[in-house]
């Protein structure tokens, strides 16, 4: 079992998932019927990516919900590379997002809600990284970024929610065509993409964990050494 | 025995310590600390600054978490059961703890109410007398003279009535007039009360102690019962504190 | 025992604050400032109509003053090492926690009791009596969720290193979903009167957040004050 889920193997994996979900994309699912055309195919990686990236900051939230009643730093070193990659994951998504929006409405930028959801989300876990970096004391610094963490994580959805039915009725919701229903062989695709960048996450996670630890046991060996 | 030659050795014990650990993020600062106190007791520690006194005292009063090891105060595990802890303790720390735009009155009044006092107004008037601040009642602590400051500090840390009294250096930027009154009322609340005090004050803390420590690197290095002459801590001291500090 | 306590934190607090006016001071002379430059920012000319801008003005002014206020409540804390003091006694973390978040609350409702008339003068055409009581409950329930949140992230911040920094960085980032719905809310108010269907989704909203973060507050602060 230990192999299966090794970094290594899930990198394969989601390797391969991703590969396949790749030209499924290309060669197998129809072009978009609607204006956007073939511009569409981005949203096989870009409502993936977004969905990871959530994904990501709820693998946080539960390790900071660990982290505070059993201060084990493996807990804390869980939460602090799940919300790094889900930052990454966030970045990704404005990017795609953006593109896609270029390339099918010829705007870079427009103020709905899941692009905006995501550029709040990504000050918000910023905000994270700020927070642990200038808590001088190790203990006190985990404890306070798992209590943000948690917090954060709620604030995510509520965040969607807002931006999508608050808004003075000025900017109508684009319907993505992840909205509607999708055909048989869209909705394979999909999924393929999406298995794999699930697997991506849960790599990027193992490996990160594991540099992170062997940090974590060179600083103590060093303080050892020195002090 | 103690300083006054009453035997202890029946005494329920008030404060026992096992294997306490303290680290803040990678630098320990207590390595395994073991002692006990019966109720009654006045124990003494001394050692160099960063030793840990003070981090001990704080555990002790509930301020920091233990990281290893047991701690019950009281009768109450410090980690399990910290309230009835925090009811019979009262520290008397480096800073005076008083909220500097408040009366002497509203800041007692305060912390009666925090502790639940039942005789609040009449305990209050007690301690202000009793350290001779009753003049400046109503003055915010602002105006007051650092001494005032320390006077009020030790009514707000006795003011509950807590068993167990921890003083950290308690006699520093002590006027002497204010030294008198400390020492008048730890002689008064000798009897049924116990204490944990670090000190650098070396005669003030032999002539009180029932037991004495010296800390250092976060562990104890020399225990004695009371009645240590002058001369024989000093060279105690320097034999068991390896850095060049001051006494 | 508790609320004896409760109303001890309070008192103390609002004693404080009404004899030294350092917070209340500082937090009336940001928001008149910001006022007269938002005049200056939006419209010089007699003729321009402000009033679709009027919630999102006012909620920022409250927010920034808020934030001013928040940091110094526990920098007094903080600063005398009365937060030792506090801490020593027998007093449930969460009962500081409601202390500090009302007193908070306190001090922001006089700001505004004081600043909404002026504000009114300087940008308000047309009258809303009509609506005041509906304009009060908005600004109860979103000054509920910035004394929450503010309280608690304000705790975690004074104990850091670059603490009055901090606190906007972590703070603003959750609290835009309350900024908007109180944004749209009190435009709509201020524009055409209260439309009850929208102020009813949007009051609806602020209440629920306050009450899932107060929840989030209860649960962890026992983590972010202590130590």
Partial sequence: MKKLTSAPALFAAAGAFLVTGLLLAFLYAPVDASSMGFSQKIFYYHAPIAETALVAFGIAFVAAILYLRDPDPKWDRLSYVSVRLGLLFSVMVMITGMIWGKAAWDAWWAWEPRLTTFLIVCFLYTAYFVLRQVVEEESRRATYAAVFAIVAFIDVPITFFATRYMPEGLHPVVIRAGDSGMEGSMFLSFMISMAGMTLLLAALVRADVAAARLKDEIDDLKTRIGG | ?247 | MGSRQFMAILRKDLIRELRTREMLVSMFLFVMLALVIFHYAFGVDEDTDLTSFTGGMLWVTFIFSALLGLNRSFAQEKDEQCLDGLLLCPVDRVTIFFAKMTGNLVFLLIIQAVSVPVFTLFFIERSYLADIGLFILVLLLADLGICTIGTLLATISMNTRARDLLLPIVFLPLIVPVLIAATSATTGIFADGADLGDLAARLGFLAAFDAVFMVAAYGTYDFAIGE
């Fill in chain 2, 1 to 247: 025995m103690d300083a006054s030659g009453r035997d202890l050795s029946d005494a329920p014990l008030e404060i026992e310590v096992d294997g306490l650990r303290k680290t803040f993020g990678r630098r320990e600062v207590l390595r395994g600390l073991s002692f006990s106190l019966e109720r009654g007791g006045f124990l003494v520690m001394f050692g160099p600054n960063g030793a840990g006194k003070t981090t001990t005292l704080r555990v002790l009063a509930t301020l920091l978490t233990a990281g290893r090891g047991s701690v019950r105060v009281a009768g109450h595990d410090v980690r399990e059961d910290p309230m009835p802890v925090r009811r019979a303790v009262g520290l008397i720390s480096h800073s005076p703890m008083l909220y500097l735009d408040l009366t002497a009155y509203e800041n007692l009044r305060f912390y009666a109410d925090m502790y639940g006092l039942e005789d609040r107004e009449e305990r209050i008037t007690e301690l202000l007398e009793r350290l001779e601040l009753s003049h400046r009642r109503y003055d915010v602590v602002r105006t007051f003279s650092k001494g005032m400051r320390q006077r009020l500090a030790i009514a707000r840390a006795i003011l509950h009535r807590p068993r167990v009294l921890l003083l950290d250096e308690p006699h520093s930027g002590l006027d002497p007039r204010a030294v008198d009154i400390l020492d008048g009322l730890l002689a008064e609340i000798r009897e049924e009360h116990t204490f944990v005090m670090v000190t650098h004050h070396i005669e003030k803390g032999l002539e009180l102690a029932t037991r004495l420590m010296i800390v250092d690197g976060g562990k104890i290095v020399w225990e004695h019962g009371a009645g240590v002459a002058r001369e024989t801590f000093n060279a105690v001291y320097r034999e068991h504190v390896q850095e060049g500090s001051v006494l």
